[in-house]
């Protein structure tokens, strides 16, 4: 009876927050739709857009989706189609991100207070270990049925926890020791997540901040049941199974039909799949994606038009990013956001008007061109040579960031403030002298404590034109203060199995968590680019692995300061300023530049595009995007 008690006063306080934020956020009187759900409701295939709609929709206006300073937001009007292209078969970047669709909402993807998306209101207790969640009284899947906390236990209790479907339970959902959250069911829209240590940045995990998206937490039960075995028999599934080659394996067949992913939104097999996006996968010609708008979805602007205000998205397929910047160019795209580069922006600014569309220069949403050395590959040689603090300044000091940011980014970057800049040759060769490296081999090079020539070998994978540049610059850079260093090419494939095998020496990649600070981003821990042994020793708790030195695991315990604190508090500030002075202290990678502006391309039809701000964030509030007529 206290347990009741308790709930019954939460659910009265939600309930509460709920009407207040309702009231708050009235759109208007009356809902608009587009014209194309208009003549579906008119025929009879559809209820009315106030049916559709939740009982408080998410309005969105200034400052909602993205800063309010990026652009001069206005409310839009419904129709087109925004055309994009990709280079991967059956998946286009822009869609990707278009398509994930936080539990919970931020203005952007740094700095900002989190607010309710998918869920109406959030509560979290005062040391941050139990959070209460409600979603949106009258949410709808896009095939019309209803959105309760029986998608929300069905997730947890028959996915997440079901090894058969789930080996790991996935670690945002886990507290800083590694336990699993718990879940409790309160109401029919009411539920509890609980850790057994403070998580406070478990609220990031759940917004645009970490490009997180609903279904790690929340799928369509009544859809997916029909291929789980504890709802439906093998019988039943029979056909389903023998349509994918499948014996017994329910498992596979779920995760055949399981198509919430925004990777997996994009695939044949998604079309019908019910989703809570803003746009939903129909079906489409071969070399061709196409989405069309939700007939549902949750959100409308302050005028009360039911977003997005774009119908269709779709996507041509060409055989490389050259043949897609030639469609740009052409102006057959009205929007591309990852694969377009500074490389091209002479070509771009040349031929802005003939094409229709403009070339905006925002930030990279990542720190490109970053130099990694692994600190654990498997040589004693070395990791004594790496490891040596030294050997990490002499780098830093060799490695010239101003020729980068000209020759490569053509002067639109700045350096890093995160790892002490400052190209000095001199002081390189003097700490490389002074560690032991001072003899040389007959080209030249420097000898190891081995006696042998130490070598860097930099592995690279086509991932963006620049990285090869900045690793080709970053070779010769070395060169000139003798460290022999190599660069050979291989497939993207290639490199991700070879990262994750502990057999890279060196790379250049990107990181997140120095552009993307105050988000919960871990790549600024060990992951597989910079000491994989290590990253599996603190995910395997010291079970596999190699166990890190305790520069290394105080750079754990900083992280577990992060993740324990709530997002835009004093004490989170404070735990990012702890990192921000520990990566400065250590040098575990090199960031040859800092902040980047990279190109955004859109058609000049396009309203509610943002002049200032990171590239990506722009991306995931494109339902705001809408034709100027």
């Known amino acids: 009876m206290i347990q009741e008690s308790k709930n019954s006063m939460l659910i009265v306080v939600l309930v509460a927050l709920t009407f207040a934020l309702g009231a708050g956020s009235a759109a208007a009187d009356t809902y608009q739709e587009s014209p194309m759900m208009a003549e579906r409701v008119a025929a009879g295939e559809l209820p009315t857009v106030e049916e559709r709609l939740p009982e408080f929709p998410f309005v969105v206006g200034p400052g909602t989706l993205l800063p309010e300073e990026s652009l001069d937001w206005q409310p839009g009007q419904h129709g087109g189609t925004l055309t994009g292209a990709h280079h991967q078969p059956n998946w286009n970047a822009e869609m990707h991100l278009g398509l994930v669709e936080p539990l919970l909402s931020s203005p952007g993807i740094g700095a900002g207070e989190i607010e309710p998306n998918l869920l109406e209101v959030y509560l979290a207790n005062d040391d ?53 959250m718990e879940l409790e069911i309160i109401d029919e829209y009411t539920f509890r997540i609980s850790f057994d240590e403070p998580y406070g940045g478990f609220v990031n995990v759940l917004t645009t901040k970490h490009w997180s998206t609903y279904t790690t937490l929340l799928k369509p039960a009544h859809y997916l049941k029909d291929f789980h075995i504890d709802y439906t028999s093998l019988e039943d599934m029979r056909p389903y199974l023998d349509e994918e080659e499948l014996d017994d394996e329910w498992w596979q067949l779920f995760g055949a039909m399981d198509a919430g992913d925004p990777g997996q939104m994009q695939l044949d097999y998604a079309v019908d799949f019910p989703v809570l996006t803003a746009w939903m996968r129909v079906e489409s010609p071969s070399g061709m994606i196409i989405l069309e708008r939700n007939p549902y979805y949750h959100k409308v602007d302050i005028e009360g038009n039911q977003l997005p205000y774009i119908d269709r998205f779709q996507s041509y397929e060409t055989t490389d990013i050259e043949t897609m910047n030639m ?30 569309y403009r070339a905006i220069p925002l930030t990279m949403h990542r720190t490109s061109g970053t130099f990694f050395l692994n600190d654990t590959y498997d040589d004693p040689v070395w990791q004594e040579v790496t490891s040596d603090i030294r050997f990490r300044q002499a780098v830093n000091y060799a490695i010239d960031n101003q020729e980068i940011i000209d020759s490569v980014y053509f002067g639109f970057a700045q350096e890093s403030p995160w790892i002490p800049g400052g190209f000095d040759q001199e002081q390189a060769n003097a700490l490389l002298d002074e560690m032991g490296l001072d003899e040389r081999d007959s080209d030249g090079y420097r000898i190891g404590p081995d006696g042998e020539t130490f070598r860097i070998s930099i592995e690279m994978a086509p991932h963006r034109p620049d990285l090869v540049s900045v690793a080709e610059l970053v070779r010769a850079h070395l060169s000139e203060v003798g460290i022999n260093t190599e660069m050979r090419q291989i497939s993207i494939e290639l490199l991700g199995q070879r990262a994750t095998a502990n057999e890279l020496q060196a790379t250049v990649l990107w990181v997140h968590s120095t552009t993307w600070a105050r988000g919960l981003w871990d790549d600024y821990l060990p992951f597989a680019y910079w000491a994989p042994d290590w990253e599996l020793w603190n995910n395997t708790d010291g079970q596999s692995g190699t166990e890190p030195p305790e520069n290394i695991k105080e750079l754990y315990g900083i992280h577990e300061s992060i993740v324990a604190t709530i997002p835009e508090t004093e004490a989170n500030d404070a735990a990012w300023d702890a990192l921000a002075d520990w990566y400065y202290e250590n040098i575990p990678m090199f960031l040859t530049v800092g902040p980047i502006q990279d190109p955004v391309i859109v058609s000049q039809d396009l309203g509610n595009v943002p002049e200032t701000g990171i590239t990506n964030e722009f991306n995931l509030s494109i339902e705001q995007l809408f034709f100027v007529q």
């Open 327 to 356: 469609r740009v160019i052409a102006g057959e795209v009205d929007f591309l956001v990852d694969n377009a580069s500074m490389n091209y922006m002479p070509l771009y600014r040349e031929n802005e008007d003939r094409g229709g």
């Open 128 to 180: 941050n270990t139990v959070f209460t969640f409600r979603l949106r009284e009258g949410l709808r899947w896009s095939d019309g049925h209803p959105v309760t906390t029986e998608d929300i236990r069905f997730t947890y209790e028959d996915v997440l926890n079901n090894t058969e479907l789930t080996s790991v339970f996935p670690m945002n959902y886990r507290s800083p020791s590694g336990e699993p």
